[in-house]
Nanobody, 116 residues
């Protein structure tokens, strides 16, 4: 079992920044990649960014390239999403996920609202 707890969401003005955190616990040795997804009201959950543990490679949704950065701190078992130049269309609930060979785990989500 893997447990994921997100934090760092909140209300921010357009152009501002936030850093989301996702703390992992449990059988974390089995995780081979992690990612951030987001879901706006009435819309599907979409991939924002992902990091592959084996080689550290990353990929991003086109809408966030150049503004968001995914990273991980192995010592803290924590995944981060640095979000800069935020736009109103970035407003959503953000979820982290962790993939193992047997299961895909999700956190409970953290709300990000970009509004003036």
């Amino acid at each position: 079992q893997v447990q994921l707890v997100e934090s760092g969401g909140g209300l921010v003005q357009p152009g501002g920044s936030l850093r989301l955190s996702c703390a992992a616990s449990g059988t974390i040795f089995s995780i081979y990649d992690m990612g951030w997804y987001r879901q706006a009201p009435g819309k599907q959950r979409d991939l924002v960014a992902r990091i592959i543990f084996s080689d550290g490679s990353t990929n991003y949704a086109n809408s966030v390239k150049g503004r968001f950065t995914i990273s991980r701190d192995n010592a803290k078992d924590t995944l981060y999403l640095q979000m800069n130049s935020l736009k109103p269309e970035d407003t959503a609930v953000y979820y982290c996920d962790a993939r193992t060979p047997w299961h895909n785990y999700w956190g409970q989500g953290t709300q990000v609202t970009v509004s003036s």
